[in-house]
């Protein structure tokens, strides 16, 4: 269990919104409205706002980068960050660049999620060989890692030109806060584990309780490598209402919506309504419901995997705006106390009992 204090945050892949009479909204409008999201998740007190990185109609956001340094002029605490970056089809020195700057602007509450990304646009777009998909984030993350240092690199690979002696500005201030989005590898898990990362687990399908096993492999690989233990966050979508039957109403056809067209390319099943109430249950990756029921089940996803953040997805498909801002509210508001009355002086438990499942 992780001794640290529970930060609840938000992510968001800038899903293109629906405006008040319904009509899909512009990209330009949606990335305002991401901007305007994170001031209010600053307000209610939520600790991270996560932007991710895409490169297709779904979503409006290609640079989390420049949507996050808008938001930094607007907000005092709330730390903010990628969601992820996908480190394969762009180059860390770049990357971490940027990343300084955007911790220079916000007076060092930037961090960067690394990941691998679930999508492969970016690749053909920015000229990148799909066969070379593992070795490409191998190189690039170990390339990354030593610049975190800030000192000059010496570094060489097959998959961008040497650095020798290689320096890189600017410094920030009280180094960069870095994290590896993981999917459900073990070889992702210990990988991030060997280069120091914090680890995001992003739970996407199933319980949360059937990824206990890669928080006790992380934490066992960085025992075993010498190293400090480091945080562990869980990425989950979700969304809050007055009611479980409002959330549920609000949420179901964006989610119905994401998950068809992104199926229709992968070959997935048509989603419905059988297999959403699945999906919001107890066994389920979706926090949708009452502050009361997402609460309840972000606090047995801390019991069962001894997270100490939790960042939830708050925008799956094109819900609207005004119900995404009241989401956010009611997250900061009322499910943020919630948890934290619930884990009060409370033990970790068993996978299965955290979730009340026998």
């Known amino acids: 269990m992780d001794v640290r204090p529970l930060e609840l945050g938000l992510d968001t892949f800038g899903d293109i919104s629906r405006g008040p009479d319904g009509s899909l909204q512009s990209d330009a409008q949606t990335i305002r409205n991401v901007v305007e999201q994170a001031v209010l998740a600053d307000q209610v007190g939520l600790s991270f706002f996560g932007v991710g990185e895409h490169h297709r109609k779904d979503f ?57 990304g679930s999508f492969i646009e970016s690749f053909p777009l920015f000229g990148y060989d799909l066969a070379d998909y593992e070795q490409l984030f191998e190189e690039k993350l170990e390339l990354f890692s030593l610049l975190r240092d800030e000192k000059p690199v010496t570094w060489s690979g097959r998959t961008r030109a040497s650095l020798q002696d290689a320096d890189v500005y600017p410094k920030t201030e009280n180094g960069l806060k870095a994290w590896v989005g993981v999917g459900g590898s073990p070889e992702s898990v210990v990988r991030t584990a060997r280069y120091g990362y914090g680890l995001v687990l992003a739970i996407i399908g199933g319980s949360a309780a059937r990824f206990r096993p890669y928080a006790d492999l992380y934490r066992r690989s960085l025992d075993e490598l ?99 801002m009241s989401s956010i509210e009611l997250y900061g508001t009322k499910v943020l106390p919630l948890v934290h009355d619930m884990l009060a002086d409370t033990p970790t438990q068993t996978p299965a009992s955290a979730f009340g499942i026998r």
């Open 60 to 116: 409006a956001v290609t640079s989390p980068e420049m949507v996050l340094a808008a938001a930094a002029a607007r907000t005092e605490n709330i730390h903010l960050g990628s969601a992820v970056t996908v480190l394969s089809s762009d180059d860390p020195v770049r990357v971490y660049e940027r990343f300084a700057t955007l911790d220079a602007v916000s007076n060092g509450r930037a961090e960067v999620i690394l990941g691998r």
């Open 226 to 324: 010498g190293k400090p233990q480091m945080p562990i966050s869980v990425h989950s979508p979700g969304h809050v209402a007055e009611t479980d039957q409002q959330a549920w109403e609000e949420a179901f056809e964006g989610v119905a919506e994401l998950n068809n067209t992104i199926g229709r390319e992968r070959g997935w099943p048509e989603y419905n309504r059988m297999r959403f109430q699945h999906d919001v249950g107890p066994e389920g990756s979706m926090y949708i419901g009452s502050p009361e029921t997402v609460a309840t089940k972000i606090a047995a996803t801390v019991r069962a995997l001894g997270n100490s953040r939790f960042q939830l997805k708050f925008a799956s498909g094109s819900i609207s705006h005004d119900k995404l």
